[in-house]
């Protein structure tokens, strides 16, 4: 076999069909299929018992020769096989070289492995490892004389937690899946959620809106979690009981139960209560309100102002220069009652869709101290980085994570166990700091190179695909050149509205996708006026078509109007109103 297909699979049922090698060429495929088309074509056929045996060959000799015949379907069989022939793959992938279309089938080849495995079993691991390094910022003054010096203070950080998590999941049937857990750590002994164990857990979803779950920790201290979840639209009820069945007597279930509810039918907004009731504390009481806004500014849509924009498809738009036009905002607040860990708290937070960024900040108010949060997070599609700080009870700690293919690292540091606000200061600026590094030499370029590979597919796909609706579209043009020409004959006359150039596309970074149409706005001209009425697209206008779809577009007007200079731009869903004292040019 030939050495480029060295790692291709080993398919070559196509090639049997029509008795050619693997390393075959163009004009030996076409010669074989033409030699077995003449024998096997039905219409060649002179008895009728023989008809249908040769139009089922004939068939499977046409299909194999559709896809050998053709170079980008050939390399996808070689690779992949027949199969992912019916994979809808992208057009600009075909005029591609050779070596960028076999490292895109590669590249597919590994990610749909991972998608069939993790599909199977959904395996998700955590490995969390707490680094005290608490001496090392601590100040002189609060350390003992022998403690002071560097070598010292290194000795004394330390591994203060370390923790494994790892479960799997089997789905049984549409309705029921299968979890198993392992944990297996360093962590607090009073805490029987944290201790070494094994568990299982059991889902069934009775309906769309109910379910139950079950989970049993095989090892000692063999707690049993019961979870009853049920919602609609506009409501979520959740209860929850944990219990040791062979200290059922002497300590009484501890039963969680939440109830969230949307406030507002045309807002997100979402109240919810909770309540805690444990055998070895008071329990608690909790309310929150939490809610969620879309926004899209880099569309010209948002002048509809759209409030349900959470499930929007952002991935065939250019989107904007700078990657902050389109997102999520939220806010949330609440408090807690539960004796001296009483607190209000609220939190507030900004997803930027483009850029897969999100920033939350969060304070916590409480009878012992005040708490904060902060952290930042990049996510792709297999991949998600986060880095937060804040203080809390435990002191100020700086956190990490890492998640690649659901395998999650974590590593939270200690910093101080006591406030330092010089130490806070920094350990707020640093990673800002690389934050807007990062911004500013990788995700800007790639958000910049993402919109430059969009217009480019747009340039291409109007010269190939829209030859018909152009020539179309100059035949508009001419019928309305008449129209048009008489219009700005009797507006000059009379010293009115006269129409210099208008060109309508989107921004002016993508020149080659704007298109004239000086002739459609002149022919709208009556009386000194042109009114379009806004809340849609202008692209349905005689004369006009849509050269980038899905982009933000607008029309740019210059005008003449009692002699004097005018210009306009006018977003894509706003009205058209000609002339206007704003569109003076001093």
């Not at 170079?71 to 199969?83: K, Q, T």
């Not at 793959?89 to 591609?96: D, F, G, N």
């Not at 707490?130 to 601590?138: C, H, K, P, Q, V």
């Not at 049993?224 to 049920?230: D, N, Q, R, T």
Request: positive net charge.
């Amino acid at each position: 076999m030939n050495k480029s297909r060295v790692d291709s699979v080993r398919n070559e049922y196509f090639y049997s069909v029509l008795n050619v090698p693997t390393t075959a060429s163009a004009n030996e495929i076409r010669e074989r299929y033409r030699a077995l088309s003449v024998i096997f074509h039905p219409d060649k056929q002179r008895e009728e018992r023989t008809k249908d045996t040769a139009a089922v060959e004939f068939l499977e000799i046409q299909k194999a020769y559709e896809v050998l015949s053709d170079p980008f379907l050939r390399e996808v069989y070689d690779f992949l096989g027949e199969d992912a022939l019916r994979n809808p793959w992208p057009t600009e992938l075909r005029s591609q070289s050779v070596e960028q279309i076999r490292a895109h089938l590669r590249r597919w080849r590994i990610d749909r492995s991972q998608e069939v495995f993790d599909h199977l079993i959904r395996p998700r691991g955590t490995v969390t490892c707490g680094i005290d390094t608490s001496t090392l910022f601590a100040r002189g003054d609060d350390l003992d004389y022998d403690s002071r010096g560097i070598l010292a203070r290194f000795r004394g950080v330390w591994v203060s937690q370390f923790a494994i998590r790892h479960s799997v999941t089997k789905v049984l049937n549409e309705k029921t899946n299968l979890k198993f857990t392992s944990h297996l750590g360093l962590g607090p002994r009073n805490d029987l959620l944290s201790r070494n164990n094994l568990m299982g857990t059991i889902r069934h979803q009775f309906s769309p809106r109910l379910a139950l779950e079950a989970t049993a920790h095989f090892l000692d201290p063999h707690l049993v979690v019961a979870k009853a979840s049920y919602e609609d639209n506009d409501n979520t009820l959740n209860c929850r009981v944990h219990f040791i069945p062979a200290l059922w007597n002497l300590l009484p279930p501890a039963s969680t139960v939440s109830f969230s509810r949307r406030l507002f039918r045309h807002a997100s907004t979402v109240g919810s209560v909770a309540w805690t009731f444990s055998p070895l504390s008071m329990g608690s009481f909790e309310f929150d309100i939490h809610s969620p806004q879309p926004f899209d500014f880099s569309s010209p849509e948002n002048y509809v102002h759209h409030t349900d924009r959470m499930n929007a498809d952002f991935t065939n738009k250019p989107g904007s220069v700078s990657g902050f036009g389109v997102g999520l905002r939220a806010w949330s607040c609440g408090f807690q009652l539960s004796g001296f860990n009483s607190c209000i708290k609220t939190e507030w937070s900004i997803w930027f869709f483009e850029l897969s960024l999100r920033f939350k900040a969060g304070l916590e108010i409480g009878f012992r101290q005040m708490a904060y949060l902060v952290t930042a997070t990049w996510t792709n599609t297999n991949a998600a980085i986060s880095t937060s700080f804040g203080f809390s009870t435990k002191g100020l700690i700086m956190r990490f994570e890492l998640e690649y293919l659901h395998q999650k690292w974590i590593l939270p540091i200690t910093l101080s166990t006591v406030r330092n606000q010089t130490l806070e200061f920094f350990s707020a600026v640093l990673p800002s700091t690389v934050l807007l590094l990062g911004y500013h030499f990788v995700l800007k370029p790639r958000r910049q190179l993402q919109r430059t590979l969009y217009f480019r597919k747009a340039e291409r796909l109007l010269k190939e695909e829209n030859s018909q609706l152009k020539r179309r579209i100059d035949d508009t043009v001419g019928l309305l050149s008449e129209t048009a020409k008489r219009h700005m004959q009797t507006e000059r006359s009379r010293g009115g509205l006269v129409i210099l150039s208008a060109m309508y596309g989107p921004e002016m970074d993508a020149k080659n996708l704007t298109i004239d149409v000086t002739v459609p706005v002149q022919a709208l001209v009556h009386n000194s006026q042109v009114h379009v009425p806004g809340h849609r697209t202008k692209a349905g206008i005689q004369g006009f078509y849509d050269p980038a779809p899905a982009s933000p577009k607008s029309l740019r007007v210059r005008y003449l109007f009692r002699d004097r200079h005018h210009y306009a731009e006018i977003p894509d869903y706003v009205p058209v109103v000609l002339p206007l004292p704003d569109h003076l040019v001093n």
